[in-house]
């Protein structure tokens, strides 16, 4: 009766799931299995009861008809397992060892005798999952606690094959990851090819994805975390909104004792090796290329913290709660080319405010509750002046700063009604912001190029000289992002059409909000001396070079949207060994104009954007020691908001272009743009607007952002504790959304919304060819992105005191389109906005051809390797570390105003140096009494102190050079075009560039109890 009313509630779910207000993530594993006797006869009525250090209270099932149990939605760690039934043997089944989003299989035989005699087994844990078919990387806590590592969880993900930092999608400053987690910037992350903004945060269910470029909102200290799961492959269709991975963080819960730390970290430039070694354009000579190696600022950073947890109700409700702040204090000794010397030290604050607090309760046997929070703010006082002296030594450093609020809360609910029906629902809520100390009082000025030669110039400033800093422009008085999230979801198990069937349906709701003043209050003053005007009239020759104005140039704007997911899914089991995952996504999502009193310029539905999944995972021997698996997947991006605030009516920029007659550039000042009659007998030459409103040039017929994927692979059990795996992988892009540049009669480039390669944008292009506008034969380039990747993994999970995996992939990234972060633009994130596709000639070669090769983030061969050792003593010894082919170079020219395009073909000079780090980590723990104890900890990144280039400077010209479309169609020399219209070349060329962080070390002690 139980078993049919839960089906009816499960069947009414699926009716009423879409009109559900309420997106969550795995927040734990499962145990399932069935009880034999001896003969192999399957016993129902047995009363298996789990418990657990890390379980509040413990959760009772009862075996049913085909002797089969299932404990759903368990925290991770180790269990206990009980068996019992009148006339048996009791059966306890010790260190069940639960993994988050791994069902592990635990069939146990019981034998006839006195229930109160006990059998007890210890270990028998399986290593593999016998049911899934995706593919995740479990980074528990025994790995993190023991293996080198940064402050943030984003430190330690990398350690999945697949999952690497690729420096070509990371355009931060050239050693700044020393002061940001601690150990890598936040962006730079691939999974299987992909960029770095197309991954999904979680933090205990609450997505925390930036909204603009897909970056994780929130760095989780890795004090806090329980466990941190990596799907990259494969996964079920509960999950969406991925092109990459879905990176899951679990925090600590409290326990029914009682334990805390206490604990202080150190790290500064006593213990680093520097800066490394930098490539620049000499400030006074741009033919000049100079290999510099700036004084490294002096600099301490501390982090004391504390955790404690506990119970509130001792199995019935427990928390847990940490606070770790950060202190770095930097003082520059800086030196100003402008003032010729040394000019003072500068010191910057910077604090950053890291909490987590838990409470997990029972409030019934089948009913449980968790609630959590995380604090992630950080601010920074005080400028720097520039490492190459370029800054203006009169700017007043000290009371510039900024403010990084963040915080993130939620909520999840489990409700079990019997043993076939499970109810969960979740929720969250996720806000950051960026306010500024000081706003500008006057316009800023920029010197991309130096005037030193320029007759009669008085105030001689160096390339790149500006009076403040880019983001000191902004009048940022609010730069709020919000995001709301909530899911519900029914599982039923039943045992129908020849099998067991976990099917699973839900709904998952986001409303994300943007509230946003970040606008230049002042006219934004950019030089080129020395350089002629290319605008929509051509070449224009200038007296002294030309300046452009920017003004209006901010975003003002105050949207919101709301998105939906659907989903149903069937883990089906036929014979106990064979397991069909089947399943089918829907998601519907608007985006927003940021122009009010529009509708969403685009608005994708359910039904365009359905997402088959189909997967299949085969016991072979039937005692998971040895699986055979498989999946196919269509995979959808969740839009991020770059191309929404540009394109409609978000960013507004426009720049006016005026010819530079008087060396004297101080006496240009604030003023009403455009000036018909130039600045001091001048000429104007023109307004551009570069941020034009494009909801009539938006492709009304638009498909979604969408990866289809296939993967292969067998898994083998070779000890208790240790399992060896190899996967075969491919995924390619099927439809991709950029803006396209289209050259019109008037002379302007216009940009278009859409798929590239689509019919829509070839019916333009067709019409500009009617009017000559463009040659005849020019073809819409598809966007083309394929990895192919074979990988051969083995690892080891902690036991007999030690730990260690080691993973090597050979793969191959191909096509011309990186994703939504660009390698092609050293790491710009811009989804929907980059550079692939502003002229129709910048995805084909100088033979005029279609340019298809291997991209910047390709690596044909990778090996990882980590391992730790626990000695009897107390000490720990971590270490970690890879190896990794170089990744393509190739020769880019300054064309018609673009960069970008790569006229003897992607790779053409061949590949950057290997790349090999090694990181080590020690811990000693000092038993002080049987409660308390002591840990001394060092961890050192790149040991070796390697100084290995990630990049090689690809750029030939720093001048622009103009060719018509058609010679670029029939093909042309570049380098003889370059090299004949004596433009200005780039020192740089193939020098290496963009050098390893040097070593770097981080001393800690904690008191535990």
Request: glycine share 10%.
């Amino acid at each position: 009766m139980l078993k049919n009313k839960s089906f009816i509630i499960f069947l009414a779910f699926i009716l009423i799931a879409g009109f559900t207000s309420l997106s969550a993530q795995e927040q734990g594993g499962e145990i399932v299995g069935t009880v034999f006797l001896p003969d192999g006869t399957s016993i129902p009525g047995v009363a298996v009861e789990a418990t657990s250090s890390k379980l509040v209270g413990k959760r009772v099932a009862v075996t049913n008809e085909s002797g089969k149990y299932r404990f759903p939605m368990l925290p991770s760690g180790k269990y206990k397992i009980e068996f019992k039934l009148e006339g048996f043997k009791a059966r306890v089944n010790k260190n069940v060892m639960v993994i988050l989003g791994k069902t592990i299989k635990v069939d146990t035989i019981m034998e006839t005798g006195d229930i109160k005699t006990e059998i007890i087994i210890v270990g028998n844990t399986p290593t593999i999952d016998v049911r899934k078919s995706s593919s995740a990387a479990n980074i528990t806590k025994d790995i993190i606690s023991k293996l080198p590592k940064g402050r943030s969880f984003l430190s330690v993900i990398t350690k999945g094959s697949g999952v690497n930092y690729e420096k070509n999608f990371d355009n931060d400053a050239n050693g700044a990851d020393k002061f940001d987690d601690g150990s890598r910037s936040n962006s730079g992350i691939s999974f299987d090819g992909a960029s770095s903004s197309e991954n999904t945060f979680f933090v205990d269910g609450v997505d925390t994805t930036t909204l603009f470029t897909g970056d994780s909102g929130a760095r989780v200290n890795v004090d806090f975390i329980e466990e941190v799961q990596v799907k990259s492959a494969g996964y079920a269709a509960e999950f969406g909104g991925s092109m990459g991975g879905v990176i899951s963080v679990i925090t600590k819960s409290g326990g029914n004792e009682f334990h805390g730390s206490l604990n202080l970290d150190y790290s500064g430039d006593k213990l680093d090796g520097g800066w490394s070694e930098g490539l620049r354009i000499n400030p006074y000579d741009d033919d000049v290329a100079e290999y510099v190696r700036y004084k490294e600022d002096k600099w301490d950073e501390f982090q004391p913290g504390f955790s404690l947890g506990g119970f509130i109700i001792k199995d019935k409700l427990w928390f847990f709660g940490a606070f770790q702040p950060r202190f770095t204090t930097r003082t520059r000794p800086a030196s100003h080319i402008e003032a010729e010397g040394f000019s003072g030290d500068y010191t910057q604050n910077r604090t950053t405010l890291a909490g987590s607090l838990k409470l997990t309760g029972q409030i019934a046997n089948n009913l449980r509750l968790s609630l959590s929070g995380s604090l992630d703010t950080y601010k920074y006082e005080g400028d720097l002046p520039s490492l190459n002296g370029s800054s203006n030594p009169d700017k007043e450093f000290d009371i510039y700063g900024f403010k990084y609020p963040a915080a993130t809360i939620g909520g999840s609910l489990d409700y079990s009604l019997g043993n076939n029906l499970l109810i969960t629902a979740s929720g969250g809520y996720y806000k950051s912001d960026r306010i500024q100390s000081v706003a500008p009082d006057g316009p800023r000025y920029f010197h991309l190029r130096t005037n030193a030669d320029v007759p009669g110039a008085t105030n001689i400033v160096p390339m790149y000289w500006n009076n403040y800093s880019y983001l000191d422009g902004y009048a940022t008085l609010k730069d709020i992002n919000t995001k709301m999230t909530g899911s519900m979801n029914m599982t039923y198990y039943a045992d129908m059409l020849g099998g067991e069937h976990v099917i699973k349906a839900g709904v998952q709701f986001v409303h994300v909000g943007i509230d946003k003043s970040d606008a230049y209050p002042y006219d934004y003053y950019r030089f080129y001396w020395g350089d002629d005007y290319h605008g929509t009239q051509g070449t224009i020759p200038t007296t002294l070079g030309y300046v452009e104005v920017r003004d209006p140039f901010g975003t003002i704007a105050e949207v919101n949207s709301n998105r939906w997911a659907l989903y149903l899914q069937d883990s089906w089991t036929i014979g106990n060994r064979f397991t069909l995952n089947l399943g089918i996504r829907a998601e519907k999502e608007d985006i927003p104009a940021f122009s009010p009193g529009y509708d969403p310029p685009v608005q994708f539905d359910f039904g365009d954007k359905l997402a088959p999944r189909l997967g299949f995972a085969w016991d072979i021997l039937g005692d998971s020691s040895l699986k055979v698996f498989g999946s196919f997947g269509i995979y959808y991006d969740v839009m991020k908001l770059s191309m929404a605030e540009g394109s409609y009516g978000g960013f507004k920029w426009l720049s006016s272009y005026y010819d530079l007659v008087d060396p004297n550039w101080e006496v240009l000042t604030e003023s009403d743009h455009p000036l018909t009659g130039g600045f001091g007998g001048g000429d104007y030459f023109e307004t551009r607007n570069w941020r034009e409103v494009s909801f009539d040039s938006t492709q009304p017929d638009m498909k979604p952002y969408q990866k289809n994927e296939f993967s292969f692979g067998v898994e083998k059990k070779l000890s208790e504790d240790l399992a060896v795996s190899a996967k075969f992988l491919h995924n390619y892009i099927v439809n991709a959304i950029e803006d396209i540049g289209i050259l019109f009669e008037d002379g302007n480039e216009h940009y278009f919304n859409g798929n590239p390669g689509s019919e829509w944008i070839q019916d333009i292009y067709d019409e500009k060819i009617a009017l000559g506008v463009l040659p005849e034969g020019v073809k819409a380039s598809d966007p083309v992105r394929e990895y192919t990747s074979l990988t051969i993994n083995v690892d080891k999970r902690f036991s007999n005191k030690w730990l260690g995996g080691v993973s090597y992939t050979m793969s191959w990234l191909y096509g011309n389109f990186a994703g939504l972060a660009s390698s092609d633009e050293l790491g710009r994130q811009d989804p929907g906005v980059e550079r692939y596709y502003d002229s129709w000639f910048l995805t084909f070669n100088q033979d005029g051809e279609e340019d298809l090769g291997y991209l910047m983030t390709d690596r044909r061969h990778q090996m990882k390797f980590y391992g730790a050792y626990s000695f009897d003593f107390g000490l720990t010894l971590g270490v970690n570390g890879f190896v990794m082919s170089g990744t393509p170079v190739q020769k880019e020219v300054y064309l018609n105003d673009m960069q970008g395009w790569y006229p003897e073909g992607r790779g053409s000079q061949g590949r950057t140096p290997t790349l090999w780090q090694l990181d080590v980590y020690a811990e000693q723990i000092v038993k002080l009494s049987d409660k308390y104890s002591l840990a001394l900890s060092l961890n050192v990144s790149n040991i070796t102190n390697n100084q290995i280039a990630q990049r090689l400077s690809g750029l030939y010209n720093l001048g622009n050079i103009r060719v018509e479309d058609l010679d670029i169609l029939n093909g042309f020399d570049a380098t003889t075009e370059v090299n004949e219209s004596g433009v200005q070349l780039d020192p740089r060329y193939m020098m290496e560039r963009d050098f390893q962080s040097t070593i770097a070390a981080r001393i800690g002690i904690k008191l535990m109890f």
